[in-house]
Structure formats: C-alpha cells, structure tokens
Nanobody, 121 residues
Framework: QVQLVESGGGLVQAGGSLRLSCAAS????????MGWFRQAPGKERESVAA????????YYRDSVKGRFTISRDNAKNTVYLQMNSLTPEDTAVYYC??????????????WGQGTQVTVSS
C-alpha cells in the first residue's frame, strides 16, 4: 500500500510555470512507476506524463512535450512535474498515480487526491 499526496497547484497566468510534487509513503518507492494525470471539467481524465522506477524512461502526451518535465527523487520518495509555458488548456485537477512496475505502465493502482491547476488568460 502506498499513499500519495500532491502539492504545488495554484493559479498562474498564461505563460507562467508551476512545479507539482507528489510525496509517497512507504519504503519501496523506487519499485513504483509514477504517473501524472489531469482531468478538466466535463472532460475525461488523461495521462500527462509518466516515469519508470529509475527515471530512465519517460512518457509525455503530445500536447505537453517540450513544456512539461517529469522527474523523481527516490531518496525523497517524491515525483515532480515541472510545467512551463502554461496555457488555459492546461487548467485541470492534476493527479499523481503509482503502480509497481519496472516499465511505463498502462494502468495504476494508487492515486492521490489531486491538486488544482488554474491558468488564466
């Protein structure tokens, strides 16, 4: 079992930056692949980025490539999402997710409560 707590969301103007953090409980964080998802009002949840256990493999959805960077610090049990050049289309609740995997998974077992990101135009 792992518990995930996101932080770092907020209100930012278009073109600005935010860094989301997801702190995980437990002593086996390095065994988990981690992902960031988002859900905007009236839309389905979508995958934003993912990172494998070592940080050696990452995934980004096309709309955030070149603007967002996922990283992890296994010593701190934390995964990050650096978001630059934000646009109003990035407005959503952002969720952190985890699953035991040495690859980039297609599904996740554990989810955080989410953090709101609002980008004003």
């Amino acid at each position: 079992q792992v518990q995930l707590v996101e932080s770092g969301g907020g209100l930012v103007q278009a073109g600005g930056s935010l860094r989301l953090s997801c702190a995980a409980s437990g002593r086996t964080f390095s065994s988990y692949a981690m992902g960031w998802f988002r859900q905007a009002p009236g839309k389905e949840r979508e995958s934003v980025a993912a990172i494998n256990w070592s940080g050696g493999s990452t995934y980004y959805r096309d709309s955030v490539k070149g603007r967002f960077t996922i990283s992890r610090d296994n010593a701190k049990n934390t995964v990050y999402l650096q978001m630059n050049s934000l646009t109003p289309e990035d407005t959503a609740v952002y969720y952190c997710a985890a699953t035991v995997s040495n690859l980039l998974p297609s599904s996740y077992d554990y989810w955080g409560q989410g953090t709101q990101v609002t980008v004003s135009s």
